[in-house]
């Protein structure tokens, strides 16, 4: 009744101002107005949306590829070649995927990073970072799921790695034998992780992630006085609409989609031969050399126990770590450790190429 | 005697399955015709049975019926298809000619048993994918597409970079107006905390 009123004295909107409200009045859009402390549209405070960015990116690209692919072994190489070869842009495409899961493991890294330097996973957002934790176990999974869909050689042996892991689990890795459904080629059922269930958690993650993020609002920054208790930043701080911050992730995911075509038109991703079983002559992708050198030196269960070592030092930080300090240079024990962390992946990472190749599979470990 | 009821058994299967194939997989082994064997192994079944396996015409009988049998079985390749891809192997279209023999045996491998667990599903090693080879007018194109919308991404980030970066952050904060101690330059100890969760 009293807009009826106030009506006349208002100026009369703009045509996209009166659709925007249209729209707002039915699915509530402008409730993404709520205001966010400015520190929150930097580049280090953007980088989960910017791992956003880069999830959706690999979403489409792979709704496209699964068009394509066919999970069957005896078919599963020669479509990605046809894939490749025959379908225009199907190499592009290909490619994008590619760099995309790599942006996103990179860009979630330092993420992480970013959360560790700056404290943000201290009361009370010690369960978002064990929710970001999975999130990053399951972005592990989806890249190692994915090198082994296109069934080349490579893809082959590091499936061979993961049934013997699977067998040094036990009980537990039931999932991982070629057995637990024998009638069932196990490409297929990885095939089905990777294009449902894993991004379909991750999904399901993020969602809550951010729903948390929201909840908690987003950390002080440490170099910025803070409100003390409940750890929010402090009032006076400038605000900026949380629609703002999307705007300026978009921008960000704009030049990583830019970024990327460039990288899948100049280096797309290989495809080896088809998979010869019981030879072991292809290197894993980069990411995963720390582990290779491990396993060089420690036999293959060295994998289960270093995956199990880097997981579970993530999942404690928070609980070990309970003081309330957020300044990295107030933090010694923290930094230190960080730095070791970091140091032993980029070490071992480099050892690989230093070391002889060894055969694991069939060792019995 | 037991031979030439053995060897009689060998022969109706030889012939039952000369009888039930079809033509164009005789052909296509570039052996005798299909009437043709069908006629030799029902002859063959014929002496076989009449005269027993160890006889002049058994023995002959005998060495034709295992000479078509042991000869490879070419059901379920399309014939017709295998002289197209030949046609574009002759034409240098590698690609294309196989993927027309991979259709051809489309029939013969759905009669295989498929691969389960962890079998790999191919016999053959073929050779890996050659790698992209000079950029072609698609590429530029993509890679053109890619550059501007890399440049739009950045040019936007920086449009809706924030206003202030920390250090004014900092200042605007210390200031007295806010109401925080206009001491501390770096940043406060969280000590205020109340609860002090610390071990």
């Known amino acids: 009744m009293t807009r009826t009123e106030e009506r006349p004295a208002v100026a009369r909107p703009s045509r996209t101002r009166r659709a925007l409200d249209v729209v707002d009045e039915r699915l509530g859009i402008r409730a993404l107005e709520y205001p966010v402390p400015e520190h929150a549209n930097k580049l280090a405070w953007s980088l989960g949306g910017v791992t956003a960015a880069a999830l959706a990116i690999l979403i489409v690209t792979g709704i496209f590829l699964v068009q394509f692919y066919n999970p069957v072994p005896e078919a599963a190489n020669q479509s990605v070649r046809y894939l490749v070869t025959q379908v225009w842009g199907g190499r592009f495409v290909r490619g994008v995927h590619f760099w995309s899961a790599q942006a996103m493991y990179v860009t979630a890294a330092l993420h992480m990073l970013r959360v560790f330097l700056t404290g943000s996973y201290k009361r009370p957002r010690e369960a978002n970072w064990l929710v970001g934790v999975a999130m990053f176990g399951l972005v592990t999974l989806a890249i190692f799921t994915g090198t082994v869909l296109k069934w080349d050689q490579e893809g082959f042996e590091a499936l061979g790695h993961n049934l013997e892991i699977g067998k040094l689990l036990g009980g537990v890795g039931f999932w991982f034998s070629p057995t637990f459904a024998g009638n069932v080629p196990i490409l297929i059922r990885l095939y089905s992780a990777h294009v449902v269930f894993i991004p379909g958690l991750i999904v399901v993650l993020a969602t809550l992630h951010a729903l948390l993020v929201k909840r908690h609002k987003i950390s002080p920054h440490p170099a910025l006085p803070s409100e003390g208790p409940g750890d929010q930043a402090p009032a006076a701080e400038p605000t900026e609409p949380f629609t703002h911050h999307l705007r300026r992730i978009s921008s960000f995911g704009l030049a990583l989609l830019g970024g990327i075509g460039v990288l899948a038109v100049l280096f797309p991703p290989g495809l080896g031969a088809r998979p010869v079983q019981g030879i072991e002559v292809t290197e894993p992708p980069v990411t995963f050399w720390w582990l290779y050198s491990l396993e060089n030196f420690f036999g293959l269960p060295a994998i289960v126990y270093a995956e199990l070592v880097f997981f579970g030092l993530l999942v404690i930080v928070p609980f070990v770590d309970r003081s309330p300090e957020r300044f990295w240079r107030r933090r010694p024990v923290a930094m230190t450790m960080l730095t070791l962390f970091l140091v032993a992946i980029v070490v071992l990472t480099i050892l690989l190429k230093f070391l002889p190749a060894k055969s694991h599979l069939g060792a019995g470990g | 005697m037991v031979l030439g009821w053995v060897f009689t058994g060998v022969g109706v299967v030889a012939f039952g399955h000369a009888l039930i194939h079809r033509s164009d997989a005789f052909?296509?082994?570039?052996?005798?015709?299909?009437?043709?064997?069908?006629?030799i192994t029902a002859g063959a079944t014929a002496a076989i049975a009449l005269f027993g396996a160890i006889s002049f015409l058994g023995i002959i009988g005998?060495?034709?019926?295992?000479?078509?049998?042991?000869?490879?079985?070419?059901?379920?390749?399309?014939v017709a298809m295998v002289r197209q891809a030949q046609a574009e192997l002759t034409a240098g279209r590698t690609?294309?000619?196989q993927q027309t023999l991979q259709l051809s045996i489309a029939a013969a491998v759905g009669q295989l048993k498929p691969a389960s667990g962890e079998e790999t599903g191919t016999a053959v090693v073929g050779a890996p994918l050659p790698g992209r080879g000079p950029l072609t007018g698609t590429d530029w194109t993509l890679g053109g597409v890619s550059l501007l919308l890399l440049a739009a991404g950045v040019g936007l980030a920086l449009w809706f970079r924030p206003a202030e970066n920390l250090a004014q952050l900092r200042r605007r904060l210390t200031t007295p107006v806010t109401g925080t101690d206009p001491d501390t330059e770096t940043p406060p100890s969280p000590r205020n905390s109340p609860e002090g969760h610390q071990p």
């Open chain 2, 95 to 97: 690609a294309v000619a």
């Open chain 2, 62 to 78: 005998v060495v034709a019926v295992l000479v078509y049998l042991s000869a490879t079985d070419q059901d379920g390749v399309d």
């Open chain 2, 27 to 39: 052909t296509a082994a570039d052996t005798l015709t299909k009437p043709k064997w069908v006629a």
